[in-house]
């Protein structure tokens, strides 16, 4: 198999590189990347958000020491030129009054001229990207919400002006999202390169074990996974990244800190953060951080309470991060998040209204918690031909009900990954060959008073190779990965094998304005959806219908259109990207435990694979406009599923339906230090049943927020934020129904945040 995908990697280098040859002879070395000039130079724009070019900011070259060589300072119309600059990998150090410092490495040739724009974000705000194509890398667009404006919460908020995502349960504690339809148990999601592991009770764990505050970036990739993204993404993936101390600290600052102090209306929430983060010597940064909150029962829409929806969290991180020092780079983390609360001892979503009553069945106290530890190192010389990453990781989720019998749900996932990454120029065409290797081990434990423990694993090994070529007329990517897996259903059954999965995307640019774009990639995970609390009863002799199981595969095709042109003389921007996708998982695994009572109590007996594929498809429409005070966002996602499992245990695992998703976000800045924000969701009405899921009626959300940062404050901020503003009573689609009921979201939220930056 290896020396297979050997052969078929020189063979789609071979390929690509006969593409790279076609794509510069149709495209002159002016219009590329690099130019030929008489002396190295570095030239390009800086920008702000919003497209608009940022006057008077200074760009410095900085030395494979951190020290400051060349400088400039952009003119009129945002531009810049760093002449007399060294050969080799260099890194940007990019300042402006009222932004936040960005570094951007580089590669510098001798004779040439390089050239990039950079755009700046003000300081401490986070940045939420949505990808389509995703494995295209020019089909990334910014969207317009902000986690500081919108004064995110939980990470339902994260996710509050993207169309394609769907977050349901209703309260905190039964929330599951949802990408494209497709459940997040099937995506490949990371904090900070971390994998987060399997269910533990029901859903617990998992996406919504983390804290808003602390994350700089957010990648939703629903599309076509290039092999160095990592395994078992059947349905996409989400990838997050907590912030640095140098993304934090403020110009030429050698230390800072804030604090923040906010409430929230619907379950009377109160939260507090703070802070403190230092850059004692050039290129190295450290970061402390906490922050707490606590909250009632959720109030829905017309007034009414959701019983024993209260609780409280508590986030810490501590990070080191050296960057770019000497060519090298290397970050160090510890995440804890820990939530807990009384709820019913049911699964979170499970509706309110038909819980037994409180003497047959008591709330419980439940906690779960989330420790993450992640190692990165990477060292880039100015030589192409090496580039090295190298991360680790360890993630634990623990849930706990110690009143419930003892009940304890673990899961303790390791890996890491080793990679490197070859650097092709040639005139206007740009190459990367990455190749390397991952792998993870997920160990899940069940405990319970007077019952002996129940274990079971997942391993994952895979070699990878991406190859990635850009010029001025498109983009080509093609690559493939080998995945070697193994689990365990019980004490003695087992799921082995090895199985390879390709993918191929890129893009053609029309006109400089217009390009098509296309993806196709495979995906498989050798494991399934049962969450730990189930596992558990896997009988030592349980059958796997057919004699044995086939792995779990995906396949997902996209294709579409890009609009990207300036207008109004350059002082605007247009963006208008439309894509149509489908994503098939095949030998989706299920089990049968025959009985009555609850589904955590009953033994399993048999486990199979699905003789139907599940199916998402359907087509994502969104577009920009930016202005110099003003962007405005428009996006609508149409996700029609088939094929999906009709028993409540598994369709919540595997998909929701949700009618046509439509997200307005716009902004406008009246003045300087002001920032205004008006968001509309609107769902249509749901009106085929899918699965276990009912019809469902539509909906729309109103939500107004505004921003004030007086300049006399330096350092002030406050903000506030009308959610749902009309208080409307609804339900989110993909939230589990049972006996016709099902668990409200929230209504009217009020939200004022108070924060204060040394």
């Given at each position: 198999?290896?020396?297979?995908?050997?052969?078929?990697?020189?063979?789609?280098?071979?390929?690509?590189?006969?593409?790279?040859?076609?794509?510069?002879?149709?495209?002159?070395?002016?219009?590329?990347?690099?130019?030929?000039?008489?002396?190295?130079?570095?030239?390009?724009?800086?920008?702000?958000?919003?497209?608009?070019?940022?006057?008077?900011?200074?760009?410095?070259?900085?030395?494979?020491?951190?020290?400051?060589?060349?400088?400039?300072?952009?003119?009129?119309?945002?531009?810049?030129?760093?002449?007399?600059?060294?050969?080799?990998?260099?890194?940007?150090?990019?300042?402006?009054?009222?932004?936040?410092?960005?570094?951007?490495?580089?590669?510098?040739?001798?004779?040439?001229?390089?050239?990039?724009?950079?755009?700046?974000?003000?300081?401490?705000?986070?940045?939420?990207?949505?990808?389509?194509?995703?494995?295209?890398?020019?089909?990334?667009?910014?969207?317009?919400?902000?986690?500081?404006?919108?004064?995110?919460?939980?990470?339902?908020?994260?996710?509050?002006?993207?169309?394609?995502?769907?977050?349901?349960?209703?309260?905190?504690?039964?929330?599951?999202?949802?990408?494209?339809?497709?459940?997040?148990?099937?995506?490949?999601?990371?904090?900070?390169?971390?994998?987060?592991?399997?269910?533990?009770?029901?859903?617990?764990?998992?996406?919504?074990?983390?804290?808003?505050?602390?994350?700089?970036?957010?990648?939703?990739?629903?599309?076509?996974?290039?092999?160095?993204?990592?395994?078992?993404?059947?349905?996409?993936?989400?990838?997050?990244?907590?912030?640095?101390?140098?993304?934090?600290?403020?110009?030429?600052?050698?230390?800072?800190?804030?604090?923040?102090?906010?409430?929230?209306?619907?379950?009377?929430?109160?939260?507090?953060?703070?802070?403190?983060?230092?850059?004692?010597?050039?290129?190295?940064?450290?970061?402390?951080?906490?922050?707490?909150?606590?909250?009632?029962?959720?109030?829905?829409?017309?007034?009414?309470?959701?019983?024993?929806?209260?609780?409280?969290?508590?986030?810490?991180?501590?990070?080191?991060?050296?960057?770019?020092?000497?060519?090298?780079?290397?970050?160090?983390?510890?995440?804890?998040?820990?939530?807990?609360?009384?709820?019913?001892?049911?699964?979170?979503?499970?509706?309110?209204?038909?819980?037994?009553?409180?003497?047959?069945?008591?709330p419980q106290d439940q906690t779960v918690i989330r420790t993450t530890l992640t190692g990165q190192y990477g060292y880039a010389?100015?030589?192409?031909?090496?580039?090295?990453?190298?991360?680790?990781?360890?993630?634990?989720?623990?849930?706990?009900?110690?009143?419930?019998?003892?009940?304890?749900?673990?899961?303790?996932?390791?890996?890491?990954?080793?990679?490197?990454?070859?650097?092709?120029?040639?005139?206007?065409?740009?190459?990367?060959?990455?190749?390397?290797?991952?792998?993870?081990?997920?160990?899940?434990?069940?405990?319970?008073?007077?019952?002996?423990?129940?274990?079971?694993?997942?391993?994952?090994?895979?070699?990878?190779?991406?190859?990635?070529?850009?010029?001025?007329?498109?983009?080509?990517?093609?690559?493939?990965?080998?995945?070697?897996?193994?689990?365990?259903?019980?004490?003695?059954?087992?799921?082995?094998?090895?199985?390879?999965?390709?993918?191929?995307?890129?893009?053609?640019?029309?006109?400089?304005?217009?390009?098509?774009?296309?993806?196709?990639?495979?995906?498989?995970?050798?494991?399934?959806?049962?969450?730990?609390?189930?596992?558990?009863?896997?009988?030592?002799?349980?059958?796997?219908?057919?004699?044995?199981?086939?792995?779990?595969?995906?396949?997902?095709?996209?294709?579409?259109?890009?609009?990207?042109?300036?207008?109004?003389?350059?002082?605007?921007?247009?963006?208008?990207?439309?894509?149509?996708?489908?994503?098939?998982?095949?030998?989706?695994?299920?089990?049968?435990?025959?009985?009555?009572?609850?589904?955590?109590?009953?033994?399993?007996?048999?486990?199979?694979?699905?003789?139907?594929?599940?199916?998402?498809?359907?087509?994502?429409?969104?577009?920009?406009?930016?202005?110099?005070?003003?962007?405005?966002?428009?996006?609508?996602?149409?996700?029609?599923?088939?094929?999906?499992?009709?028993?409540?245990?598994?369709?919540?695992?595997?998909?929701?339906?949700?009618?046509?998703?439509?997200?307005?976000?716009?902004?406008?800045?009246?003045?300087?230090?002001?920032?205004?924000?008006?968001?509309?969701?609107?769902?249509?009405?749901?009106?085929?049943?899918?699965?276990?899921?009912?019809?469902?009626?539509?909906?729309?959300?109103?939500?107004?927020?505004?921003?004030?940062?007086?300049?006399?404050?330096?350092?002030?901020?406050?903000?506030?934020?009308?959610?749902?503003?009309?208080?409307?009573r609804y339900i989110n689609q993909a939230t589990l129904t049972e006996l016709g009921f099902a668990t409200e979201e929230p209504?009217?939220?009020?939200?004022?945040?108070?924060?204060?930056?040394?």
């Amino acid at each position: 198999m290896y020396r297979s995908l050997l052969l078929a990697v020189l063979g789609s280098a071979v390929t690509l590189h006969a593409a790279s040859a076609a794509l510069a002879a149709e495209s002159p070395a002016s219009t590329g990347w690099v130019q030929a000039v008489s002396e190295p130079i570095i030239r390009g724009r800086v920008l702000d958000a919003t497209g608009a070019v940022i006057v008077g900011a200074t760009v410095a070259v900085l030395d494979a020491d951190g020290q400051a060589g060349p400088v400039a300072t952009t003119s009129a119309n945002g531009s810049f030129v760093v002449e007399r600059v060294a050969v080799g990998r260099r890194v940007l150090l990019v300042t402006a009054p009222g932004f936040a410092t960005r570094r951007v490495t580089l590669t510098v040739d001798d004779g040439r001229a390089t050239s990039v724009d950079v755009t700046l974000q003000p300081p401490g705000v986070t940045e939420l990207v949505s990808v389509v194509g995703a494995t295209v890398a020019t089909m990334t667009t910014e969207l317009t919400a902000r986690l500081d404006r919108n004064q995110a919460l939980q990470v339902k908020d994260v996710f509050a002006a993207e169309p394609s995502v769907s977050v349901g349960g209703g309260t905190r504690q039964g929330q599951r999202a949802y990408l494209r339809g497709v459940e997040g148990t099937n995506l490949n999601i990371t904090i900070d390169g971390a994998r987060q592991g399997q269910n533990l009770y029901n859903h617990r764990g998992g996406l919504a074990d983390a804290d808003p505050e602390m994350l700089k970036r957010v990648e939703l990739q629903p599309g076509p996974s290039a092999a160095d993204q990592g395994a078992a993404a059947l349905g996409g993936s989400v990838r997050m990244e907590t912030v640095d101390a140098q993304d934090l600290l403020r110009d030429g600052r050698r230390a800072g800190a804030f604090l923040r102090a906010g409430s929230a209306s619907s379950n009377e929430a109160l939260r507090g953060s703070m802070a403190a983060y230092a850059q004692p010597v050039a290129g190295l940064g450290l970061l402390a951080y906490v922050t707490g909150n606590r909250f009632e029962d959720q109030r829905i829409g017309g007034g009414d309470l959701v019983p024993y929806s209260g609780g409280d969290d508590v986030n810490y991180l501590l990070k080191l991060s050296l960057l770019n020092r000497r060519h090298n780079s290397v970050r160090i983390s510890a995440d804890r998040y820990e939530t807990q609360g009384f709820n019913f001892m049911q699964r979170g979503d499970y509706p309110y209204q038909v819980q037994l009553p409180i003497a047959v069945r008591p709330p419980q106290d439940q906690t779960v918690i989330r420790t993450t530890l992640t190692g990165q190192y990477g060292y880039a010389p100015p030589q192409s031909l090496i580039d090295v990453e190298v991360k680790s990781y360890r993630n634990v989720n623990d849930f706990s009900a110690p009143n419930s019998a003892g009940e304890r749900f673990l899961s303790v996932v390791w890996g890491g990954d080793v990679r490197n990454t070859f650097v092709f120029d040639s005139g206007a065409i740009r190459q990367r060959l990455t190749v390397g290797a991952d792998y993870f081990r997920s160990d899940g434990l069940a405990q319970r008073t007077a019952a002996p423990d129940r274990t079971n694993f997942e391993t994952n090994t895979g070699l990878f190779v991406q190859h990635r070529i850009a010029g001025a007329r498109g983009l080509l990517t093609a690559g493939a990965r080998v995945d070697d897996f193994e689990s365990s259903f019980g004490t003695i059954r087992r799921l082995n094998g090895r199985v390879a999965s390709p993918n191929v995307s890129g893009e053609w640019r029309v006109t400089p304005a217009v390009g098509l774009f296309a993806g196709y990639g495979r995906a498989v995970r050798g494991s399934s959806t049962i969450p730990i609390h189930f596992a558990r009863n896997i009988v030592d002799d349980v059958v796997f219908r057919g004699g044995a199981l086939e792995p779990e595969r995906s396949t997902q095709t996209e294709a579409g259109m890009r609009l990207s042109r300036t207008v109004g003389g350059g002082s605007q921007r247009l963006g208008v990207d439309v894509a149509v996708f489908r994503t098939t998982i095949a030998n989706a695994i299920g089990y049968l435990a025959p009985g009555t009572g609850g589904l955590g109590g009953r033994p399993i007996r048999e486990i199979y694979n699905e003789t139907e594929d599940f199916r998402s498809e359907g087509f994502d429409v969104r577009g920009t406009w930016r202005a110099s005070a003003f962007e405005t966002f428009l996006g609508v996602t149409r996700a029609t599923l088939s094929g999906v499992q009709l028993l409540p245990q598994f369709s919540a695992r595997q998909a929701a339906p949700m009618g046509d998703k439509l997200v307005w976000d716009s902004r406008f800045r009246p003045w300087s230090g002001v920032s205004l924000g008006y968001t509309l969701t609107a769902v249509a009405d749901l009106t085929d049943a899918v699965g276990a899921l009912p019809p469902r009626p539509g909906y729309t959300v109103h939500d107004l927020r505004a921003e004030w940062a007086p300049r006399a404050g330096r350092g002030l901020v406050v903000s506030a934020a009308a959610l749902n503003l009309f208080d409307a009573r609804y339900i989110n689609q993909a939230t589990l129904t049972e006996l016709g009921f099902a668990t409200e979201e929230p209504g009217r939220d009020l939200r004022v945040t108070i924060g204060y930056r040394f």
